[in-house]
């Protein structure tokens, strides 16, 4: 667990910080422990940014918290867009070295927050358009919390809450694994029925592209939540090819992980598969993802290639020669997948792609618009 000083900044992010560290802090300033509380409940469940504003806490503390460099986080938000079918919003948020994306996916009773880990990402996959950002710098635990409560705040416009949370923005969350986990902890804190954006564990899931070491960390972490794997290819040289990562964790190593994974924590790893045509769309590729998890206790979610030019009147870039494979090709594999294993096997439909917000979309768009800095934003979700 990071300490309170451990945010990027020399401030000490109280958005960041538990109620335990928070009532360790309210002691440390000479007030009763549960100042701490109090704090953590104007921060997390009322939302509110400013400790002058904290007017149930005394004068001294707040004064007492500022002379020791705390604030609490507040990303500014640089654009925001509604899509035309209500079923995404996608936040564009500027983070230092960089701007960050966030989106709010609406899926019938769901309202899932894909959040973002890391400005930019240091893993170079090569159909993922943050991978061309390169790696800009962790996001603190703070900055995770506040993605959410700005978009649970979107989504209490509507009278509706945030239900799930998928680590899918940018970066490779299992990089930035102390805040990330310390973020997921803080949001799982109090799960019921409080005003807050509390989303229990079971709603929560962690993406990789295939981190090992991290896999291994949050197998053994008493913090319970899903694991996605972002497998993307059935052959290790069709992988490498796209994911250079592979070079060091091969695909054995990550159904191996999985497997791990569930007989841990008693629940099936998700793998990721992105469909790109005459890449890993074939027949021979649906087999034998078959065969690889044919006896591992697993889930499939196929996401067909989101391309750069896909969104109407918008102009295309050219991105590598990743092309999404024609619908029935999708249908073929899907079905294929679904005849052969006896995995859940989902489909995962682009929500928002009018407005950007599938994945990446937002890339494209900054590039397009602002051509002296391409590579300001990338989205991976
Ligand atoms: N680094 C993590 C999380 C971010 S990527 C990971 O790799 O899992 C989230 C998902 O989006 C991954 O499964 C990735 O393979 C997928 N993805 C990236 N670019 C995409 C694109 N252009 N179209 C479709 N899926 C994409």
Known sequence: MPSATSTTSALVDLKGL??????ALAIDLGEPAYRGDQLFTWIQQQGECSLAAMTNLPKRFREGLMAAGASVSHLQLLERRDSATGMAVKFLFEAEAGQIESVLIVDGDRRTACLS???????????????????????????????LLQLHAAAAEHGDRVTNIVMMGMGEPLLNYDEVTQALRIIRHGDGPTAGPAVGGRRITISTAGYLPGILRLTEDDLNVGLAISLNATTDAIRERLMPINRKWPIADLLRAARGYFERKGRRVTFEYVLMDGVTDSDEDATRLAVLTRSLPCKINIIPYN?????????????????????SRIEAFVRRLRESTGHTVTLRESRGSDIGAACGQLYRQQETRTREQPASVGVAG
Do not use: H
Not at 18 to 23: I, K, S
Not at 125 to 135: D, E, I, Q, V, Y
């Open 307 to 327: 391309e750069l030019g896909a969104s109407p009147g918008v102009e295309a870039v050219a991105f590598e020669d990743f092309r999404r494979p024609p619908k």
């Open 18 to 23: 538990l109620p335990e560290q928070l009532r």
């Open 117 to 147: 880990s890391q400005v930019g990402c240091a893993l170079d996959c090569k159909f993922c358009a943050t991978g061309r950002m390169g790696f800009k710098r962790n996001l603190g635990a703070g900055q995770i919390v506040d993605q």
